[in-house]
Structures are given as structure tokens and as C-alpha cells.
């Protein structure tokens, strides 16, 4: 394992630049913040809420310059998509996990109040038959008024959280976000006033749904190869679309990542002994550093990922589908590199409500799926 991590560290490549821009951007207080410290923020701040099918995330942040001062966090996996695969339903005991959750979030919202809240739910709402009901539970219970956003719009929030990181280089862009109920693709145009969406799609494969379908013949070889192959046949509209292979042969082309998928391979082949975001977020993954932490963890085994610092055994499951789905679209677009972003949703989400607040105009969202007029 240390030969490994000694060669995945000579091939990963740390964007300065990129590196300066995010801790611009999302600085990030004390854990555990003193009394006063409460105080000054209290009715400035910003909270985002993002109910995923597998985790349930929140952040809380105060403006700060151009960004935001993280106050608080809170992550947890709820696997609110568990069977929704096979019965296209959330179940009693997810939709359970999901409230606690919830009310959790809730509770941490009364110690520290906010200026302004938006907490959202993606693939798993959309598509259960009772993800209404859910929702309408949901504020019963917790308070928390939870709205459905599309695929268009996950789009767009995850674009403006991993801007910075695509500034300064290159002439496009695509961004990729591997979630538990499907796989949101953004093509970009880069210019000199900011990245600019030229189509996006979102594919109804994620980690959960994968797992769901694969099960344990997802750890065999000729399972993950089937299921990379199954994802790569799904991209191949989007690539049809856009002839993205054909600019990548060009140059100038960048891919960036965002999801536990991407961040755990860039924890191993960076070697690190515990997962550290001020390390991963922001990172530049050659192919082969990437392509060898794939393999590496697909070696690894159920023991193996459940005992790997950046895994661990809440994760097992979902692990190597989020690799199957990477293997596929650096299978269909082979950068030379992978920039990975430890952001998403969440982060987007603050940025709007910040811009907002100061009466900045909001960028439009794309009317179209695939492509998008004066691409």
C-alpha cells in the first residue's frame, strides 16, 4: 500500500491557483465556535439543505467577501433511495432515517438562527410516487419546508459552487456529479466573465441505483465491467450531442468532479490516512493516478473498503458503482486530468442566497435539456 500511495502522489498534480481561489471563498470557522462568536453572525447568516438519495446534507454560512465563512455542517447517510429502484417508493424506514435526519438539522437551525434557509430534495423525491407525501411529513414534523428542484437546476447549482475552480485555463469544461440516484452532466463553455452552460443532462443512474441493481456481482470483475459498460452506453447521447471526445482531442478541455465518488479517489491515490477536504478539494487527478486508485479500491474487497480511512463501512455499497460510473465517462472522455471539487449543491446554494441578498441578479437557468440555443 505505501509503493501505491508513493506513486498516486508522484502522479497528482495541486492547482495553486485553484487552491488560493476556495479558501477565498469558503473559509471555514471553528467547530465548536465561543459565544460571541455566535453572536456576530447571528441574523447574517445563510443556511442550505440538501436532501439527496443517499446523504443528507446542511451548511451553514456567513457572507464573506465574495463567499461565504462556513459556520456549521452537517452530513449524514440516510439512504432515502434504498428500493426506490425496485418498488418506486420511498420506504417507511428510509423516509424515517431521512426525518431524524431532518429534525436534527432542525435543531441545529433553533441554536443558531438564519437569515435565510433553502433546503431542497433531488433525484429520489422527484421519482418516488409518494415523494410528496414524504415532503409534506416532512414539514409536519421537522418545520423544514423541503421543495423539489430539477435536474436542470442541480445542473446550474453545481456549476456556480465549482466555478473558480474551472478559471484561469482552458476553452471548455465538463462537470460531473455522481449522486446516489443518477449522474448530473454540465458541458461548459469558459470565458473571461465566468463558465457559461451550454447543455447538461442527468442520467438516471447514481451509486444507489446501481447497487441496487448489481448488487454483490458488482464486486467481481465482469460486474464492474459490465456496469461500466452499462453507464458508458447511457453517456453516449450526451457525447453524440456535443462531440465532447472530438474537443478533448483539441485540447483545452477540462473535466471536474463533484461527489464522495471523486473525493475518495482522490483520498487514496493522494495516500492520506484520514480524508482531509483542505487536501482533496481542488486537486488535479492525473488519468493515471485516477484510473490506479479505481483499481486500487476494486482490489480492496467489502473488508477492505469498509476498513479504508476514506471509505469506511457505512459506504461499502456504493463505493464501486461511483467508480463504475467514473470509469465510464473517463472511458468515453479520457482527459489527461480530473480537477476534483469537494462542493456542490449545498455551496450553490449559499452563493444564490448571498448574490441575492445584495441584490445581485441571479444567473439564468438553461431552458433546455442536451443542448442549448447559440451553443
Known amino acids: 500500500m505505501a509503493g501505491h500511495s508513493m506513486l498516486a502522489r508522484g502522479s497528482v498534480a495541486v492547482d495553486n491557483a485553484a487552491m488560493m481561489q476556495r479558501q477565498d471563498l469558503f473559509s471555514v470557522e471553528a467547530a465548536a465556535p465561543r459565544a460571541d462568536q455566535t453572536r456576530r453572525f447571528t441574523g447574517s447568516a445563510f443556511a442550505a439543505l440538501d436532501l439527496g438519495t443517499n446523504n443528507c446534507r446542511m451548511l451553514v454560512g456567513a457572507p464573506s467577501g465574495d463567499g461565504f465563512r462556513v459556520l456549521d455542517s452537517f452530513s449524514r447517510i440516510v439512504r432515502l433511495g434504498e428500493g426506490l429502484h425496485h418498488t418506486g417508493r420511498l420506504s417507511a424506514v428510509a423516509m424515517d432515517r431521512a426525518v431524524a435526519a431532518l429534525q436534527a438539522c432542525a435543531t441545529r437551525l433553533e441554536r443558531r438562527p438564519v437569515r435565510r434557509l433553502r433546503a431542497i430534495a ?66 461548459v463553455r469558459l470565458t473571461p ?17 446501481l447497487a441496487e441493481r448489481w448488487g454483490e456481482a458488482g464486486f467481481s470483475r465482469d460486474g464492474f465491467a459490465a456496469m461500466v459498460d452499462d453507464v458508458a452506453t447511457r453517456l453516449a447521447q450526451f457525447e453524440s450531442i456535443h462531440c465532447i471526445g472530438h474537443e478533448i482531442r483539441n485540447g483545452g478541455v477540462r473535466l471536474l468532479g463533484t461527489s464522495g465518488t471523486v473525493t475518495t479517489l482522490a483520498g487514496v491515490a493522494l495516500g492520506l490516512a484520514r480524508y482531509r477536504r483542505p487536501l482533496v478539494d481542488g486537486v488535479a ?51 489527461p486530468e480530473v480537477i476534483v471539487a469537494d462542493r ?17 441578479p441571479l444567473r439564468p437557468l438553461p431552458r433546455h435539456r442536451g443542448v442549448l440555443p447559440g451553443a
Open 122 to 187: 433531488t433525484e429520489a423525491c422527484r421519482r418516488a410516487v409518494n415523494g410528496g407525501e414524504f415532503l409534506a411529513r416532512v414539514k409536519a414534523e421537522t418545520g423544514l419546508d423541503v421543495g423539489v428542484i430539477s435536474s436542470r437546476e442541480e445542473a446550474e447549482l453545481a456549476l456556480e459552487s465549482c466555478a473558480p475552480l474551472l478559471s484561469g485555463r482552458g476553452r471548455r469544461a465538463l462537470l460531473f456529479d455522481i449522486g446516489g440516484g443518477s449522474t448530473e452532466l454540465a458541458w
Open 193 to 209: 466573465a465566468g463558465p457559461t452552460l451550454i447543455g447538461y443532462d442527468s442520467l438516471p443512474v447514481g451509486v444507489v441505483t
Open 285 to 335: 487527478l492525473t488519468a493515471r493516478a485516477a484510473a490506479d486508485a479505481v483499481a486500487s479500491l476494486h482490489a480492496m474487497g467489502r473488508e477492505g473498503l469498509a476498513a479504508h480511512p476514506c471509505v469506511g463501512p457505512e459506504r461499502v455499497d456504493f463505493v464501486l458503482p461511483g467508480c463504475a460510473v467514473f470509469a465510464a465517462i473517463t472511458k468515453i472522455w479520457p482527459a
Open 344 to 360: 456542490g449543491l449545498r455551496e450553490g446554494m449559499l452563493l444564490r442566497m448571498i448574490r441575492a441578498d445584495r441584490g445581485r
